[in-house]
């Protein structure tokens, strides 16, 4: 049964995996550069990237073509999934 699931989610809704992924590491990236005490030309590039993820997130959910209750639902998803990861990223941090 997971390996069932496991297998839509790759292959049926594999943007909507993206999205997550997406939120996830853009929040991470988020996180750490508002941390630094003196940005520099990295982090500047490190926040462009976390800018790209975001909008590669939500250009992954337009280009699903799943239902839209399943899209907003992968965005408020995605957004939870991010607001965790920023937070347990500011506690290392």
């Given at each position: 049964?997971?390996?069932n699931l496991a297998q839509k989610a790759m292959t049926d809704h594999k943007y909507l995996t993206n999205?997550?992924?997406g939120g996830?590491?853009?929040a991470i990236l988020i996180r750490?550069?508002?941390?630094?005490?003196t940005p520099g030309v990295f982090d500047l590039i490190l926040?462009?990237?976390?800018v790209c993820a975001i909008v590669g997130a939500y250009l992954a959910v337009a280009r699903s073509n799943a239902d839209a209750g399943l899209k907003a639902a992968t965005i408020?998803?995605?957004a939870v999934v991010a607001?965790?990861?920023f937070y347990l990223v500011s506690l290392i941090v």
């Open positions: 049964m997971i390996q999205a997550y992924i996830a590491v853009a750490y550069v508002a941390s630094v005490k926040a462009l990237i976390a408020v998803g995605a607001g965790l990861c």
